[in-house]
């Protein structure tokens, strides 16, 4: 297997044409054009991950809660939950796989039919153990053209006044038949399982409000410099990829994410004419700009839950040697996720455009990155880096960049 340090990254050395950006028209681009493409790639990462708890590539574990416990207690041979989300409806069927485990198979109908579409239109239970019920629902004009041989018990889910979906319980013919006791136990079910999916569905529109705030401050730190217009965002896309590359579980995916995003959320605090510089920082001012990670690690302390966040971003300047900053910490004493942020914070620095130099290059960033393995970058994030940044590249979502000004200083980059 080729080495990540004998990856060849030359392919990867496209160049942007050159266009000229104020602040205003560089966060206003950014926010319009790429938005969606950011959007668009954290969901194939997550996906990827299964992560995200509704996500087409598995069922969430609520759902999967909820079969087991509906063909449990109400001895089904099998169970199928059926959710309408406005485009269709998502099936979720319990059966057997090849070891004789029970397994969840996910698929999607773009109508109901039979059972599931009686209650979720009359909003009551259903329940079929003989030839006669399903004369009855034939003659009601709901009926399905294949009589199953097993004896069928069908339910709404319901939130409230809303219907879901249907939960579907089947029990072989030599059986015995649904009781009207089953039907009150799965109509509770079903309003108990209906109340549970529209909690989950709500918790999820919370985070993801919540990831838009984080988001939206991020940009507001971002803007104070037309040079660094979507540098966090980038900064959290070049984490999450390591992230994948190393396997990280879904919480702390979010919580690198979260750190990524507000890594520079300290500069808040720091001068516009010290940070708007247009050549290279003075000694003393370059000692004010360091103070940055710990005035953002004050302003995100107070915040709950997210005291991880909190050490990310304290310490995403800190180098492997110990010779960072503010603490000096060194090796496996620095966080794993403030490793990441800092490799991936570096390599967007380097390939971003600066008043006072041009940015370098693909090659030459991970050139540079290379060179600086075990000393000022993990070797574990950067080797991550090296890889994901590789397997992604084409997928990443491409941020504006403010190329030329006609005031910007022509200074060799150091």
Same mark, same amino acid.
């Given at each position: 297997?080729?080495?990540?340090?004998?990856?060849?990254?030359?392919?990867?050395?496209?160049?942007?044409?050159?266009?000229?950006?104020?602040?205003?028209?560089?966060?206003?681009?950014?926010?319009?054009?790429?938005? @969606?493409?950011?959007?668009?790639?954290?969901?194939?990462?997550?996906?990827?991950?299964?992560?995200?708890?509704?996500?087409?590539?598995?069922?969430?574990?609520?759902?999967?809660?909820?079969?087991?416990?509906?063909?449990?207690?109400?001895?089904?041979?099998?169970?199928?939950?059926?959710?309408?989300?406005?485009?269709?409806?998502?099936?979720?069927?319990?059966?057997?796989?090849?070891?004789?485990?029970?397994?969840?198979?996910?698929?999607?109908?773009?109508?109901?039919?039979?059972?599931?579409?009686?209650?979720?239109?009359?909003? @009551?239970?259903?329940?079929?153990?003989?030839? @006669?019920?399903?004369?009855?629902?034939?003659?009601?004009?709901?009926?399905?053209?294949?009589?199953?041989?097993?004896?069928?018990?069908?339910?709404?889910?319901?939130?409230?006044?809303?219907?879901?979906?249907?939960?579907?319980?089947?029990?072989?013919?030599?059986?015995?038949?649904?009781?009207?006791?089953?039907?009150?136990?799965?109509?509770?079910?079903?309003?108990?399982?209906?109340?549970?999916?529209?909690?989950?569905?709500?918790?999820?529109?919370?985070?993801?409000?919540?990831?838009?705030?984080?988001?939206?401050?991020?940009?507001? %730190?971002?803007?104070?410099?037309?040079?660094?217009?979507?540098?966090?965002?980038?900064?959290?896309?070049?984490?999450?990829?390591?992230?994948?590359?190393?396997?990280?579980?879904?919480?702390?995916?979010?919580?690198?994410?979260?750190?990524?995003?507000?890594?520079?959320?300290?500069?808040?605090?720091?001068?516009?004419?010290?940070?708007?510089?247009?050549?290279?920082?003075?000694?003393?001012?370059?000692?004010?700009?360091?103070?940055?990670?710990?005035?953002?690690?004050?302003?995100?302390?107070?915040?709950? @839950?997210?005291?991880?966040?909190?050490?990310? %971003?304290?310490?995403?300047?800190?180098?492997?040697?110990?010779?960072?900053?503010?603490?000096?910490?060194?090796?496996?004493?620095?966080?794993?996720?403030?490793?990441?942020?800092?490799?991936?914070?570096?390599?967007?620095?380097?390939?971003?455009?600066?008043?006072?130099?041009?940015?370098?290059? %693909?090659?030459?960033?991970?050139?540079?990155?290379?060179?600086?393995?075990?000393?000022?970058?993990?070797?574990?994030?950067?080797?991550?880096?090296?890889?994901?940044?590789?397997?992604?590249?084409?997928?990443?979502?491409?941020?504006?960049?403010?190329?030329?000004?006609?005031?910007?200083?022509?200074?060799?980059?150091?």
């Amino acid at each position: 297997m080729k080495s990540v340090n004998t990856i060849e990254f030359e392919s990867f050395t496209r160049e942007a044409g050159p266009a000229v950006f104020s602040a205003a028209d560089a966060l206003d681009h950014w926010r319009t054009q790429d938005d @969606s493409a950011w959007h668009s790639f954290r969901e194939r990462l997550l996906d990827n991950l299964h992560t995200n708890e509704w996500s087409g590539s598995r069922p969430p574990e609520i759902v999967a809660g909820i079969v087991e416990m509906a063909r449990h207690t109400l001895a089904a041979s099998t169970c199928t939950l059926f959710l309408t989300n406005g485009h269709g409806h998502r099936v979720f069927h319990d059966t057997r796989g090849e070891s004789d485990l029970r397994q969840i198979v996910q698929t999607r109908i773009d109508t109901l039919n039979g059972p599931a579409a009686w209650v979720v239109t009359h909003r @009551s239970p259903l329940a079929l153990n003989t030839t @006669s019920d399903w004369a009855m629902l034939d003659a009601a004009g709901d009926g399905r053209l294949e009589r199953p041989t097993a004896r069928i018990l069908c339910v709404p889910l319901m939130a409230g006044a809303r219907v879901l979906g249907a939960l579907e319980l089947t029990r072989r013919g030599v059986d015995g038949p649904f009781t009207e006791r089953d039907v009150d136990s799965a109509r509770v079910m079903g309003a108990t399982a209906g109340i549970a999916i529209e909690n989950a569905r709500l918790r999820q529109s919370v985070e993801e409000s919540y990831r838009n705030t984080i988001r939206a401050l991020a940009s507001a %730190i971002d803007a104070k410099d037309p040079y660094t217009c979507g540098h966090s965002q980038s900064v959290a896309q070049y984490s999450l990829i390591c992230g994948l590359v190393l396997n990280l579980d879904a919480d702390m995916m979010r919580t690198l994410e979260t750190a990524a995003l507000l890594h520079d959320i300290g500069k808040i605090g720091i001068d516009d004419a010290i940070l708007r510089k247009p050549r290279k920082l003075t000694p003393a001012e370059h000692a004010v700009v360091k103070d940055h990670p710990v005035i953002g690690a004050a302003i995100v302390h107070n915040i709950g @839950s997210m005291d991880e966040v909190v050490s990310y %971003i304290l310490h995403h300047h800190e180098s492997y040697d110990g010779s960072g900053y503010p603490h000096g910490l060194k090796g496996d004493d620095i966080p794993l996720g403030a490793r990441i942020i800092c490799v991936a914070d570096s390599f967007d620095s380097m390939t971003t455009d600066r008043p006072y130099r041009r940015g370098m290059t %693909i090659n030459e960033a991970m050139t540079e990155l290379m060179r600086c393995r075990g000393t000022q970058f993990c070797p574990v994030a950067l080797d991550a880096f090296a890889v994901g940044f590789t397997r992604y590249y084409d997928d990443l979502p491409r941020q504006p960049r403010v190329l030329e000004q006609p005031d910007r200083i022509a200074v060799p980059a150091c």
